[in-house]
């Protein structure tokens, strides 16, 4: 098979290589000129044996809309655009209207797998016709990790992204709980080898997983991560998650508690718990730390 690929950069790059090892033909554009295969999306679309496929892994939002916009009018009926980056599942919808309207398919894809998917292969979950998906299925199978799982028809257009949206705000929540049981560990003064503590829980535990296996070498590389900056930044499928559970009047505590902590790590000084510390003051009498005090700890 041979497919486009638009966007090489950490992960399409990775992508481009692993379908090649796979048996796939890729011909890849970006826009800087160490990596790409050609100079345009035209001369992209103009390689390709019909039906083409063009996958797209830029960043979500306008670019992804720009890029799909200028290969519609490159692409002819039958032809398909995956959409592989971390679009929001609203955008799919329009992309589908909008394409379905001149004959050419569209599938969403949810893909993850990181740095890492070049080795391991990705997850992908993908969303549209049954149709689009089989002239597509040999670039999934070449993508996927070995074995029957990693791949999944997820449903109608949109599904694809809107599962990887939940599986990332999982992963916030994931990754929060191991980081407050990091800090809980470091700040007790009672275990001595935190980073032996979470290695341990590797192995026969019901909370061994990958992101523990990640956790556990950032310790080692960094003990009691004195090097990390205490700053998370949100790729925004945490809040489309919060913003989803609340269409659907869906709890998602921990999920959204995990969200507004990524918040509070961009404070050096949090307004909110002055106030509370201004009112435990009114109240009770309780002491109020002034700025001076906080400064010289």
């Known amino acids: 098979m041979h497919i486009g690929l638009v966007g ?24 800087s000129p160490d990596v790409t295969d050609v100079g345009s999306l035209a001369e992209l679309v103009a390689a390709l044996p019909s039906p083409k496929v063009v996958w797209v892994m830029v960043p979500a939002g306008e670019p992804t809309r720009a890029t799909v916009k200028e290969l519609s009018a490159l692409l002819s009926e039958g032809d398909v655009i995956v959409d592989g980056g971390n679009s929001r599942w609203t955008d799919d919808e329009m992309h589908h209207a909008e394409l379905s309207k001149i004959g050419i398919g569209f599938i969403d894809c ?20 049954s149709s689009d998906i089989a002239k597509v299925q040999p670039v999934f199978d070449a993508l996927k990790p070995e074995g029957e799982r990693g791949f999944v028809h997820a449903g109608r257009i949109g599904a694809g992204h809107f599962s990887k949206m939940v599986h990332n705000g999982i992963e916030y929540a994931m990754m929060q709980a191991y980081a407050e049981g990091f800090e809980l560990l470091e700040k ?6 935190v980073t032996e503590v979470f290695d341990s829980w590797r192995e026969g535990t019901v909370v061994r997983s990958w992101l523990l296996d990640l956790l556990v070498e950032a310790l080692r590389a960094d003990e009691g991560l004195s090097k990390v900056a205490g700053w998370a930044d949100d790729s925004g499928e945490g809040r489309w998650t919060v913003e989803a559970a609340i269409d659907h009047a869906v709890p998602l505590h921990a999920i959204a508690a995990s969200l507004f902590a990524r918040f509070s790590s961009r404070q050096d000084e949090s307004p909110a718990m002055k106030a509370v510390a201004a009112m435990r003051n009114q109240f009770g009498g309780h002491a109020v730390r002034a700025m001076k005090e906080k400064e010289q700890e």
């Not at 949810?110 to 016709?129: E, T």
């Open 8 to 31: 090489l950069g950490k992960m399409g790059g990775n992508m481009r290589e692993r379908l090649r090892l796979g048996g796939v033909t890729v011909t890849g554009y970006d826009r």
């Open 110 to 129: 949810g893909v993850s797998g990181g740095v890492w998917g070049l080795k391991n292969g990705y997850a992908l979950m993908a969303g549209g016709d």
């Open 188 to 193: 007790a003064e009672l275990v001595d080898n």
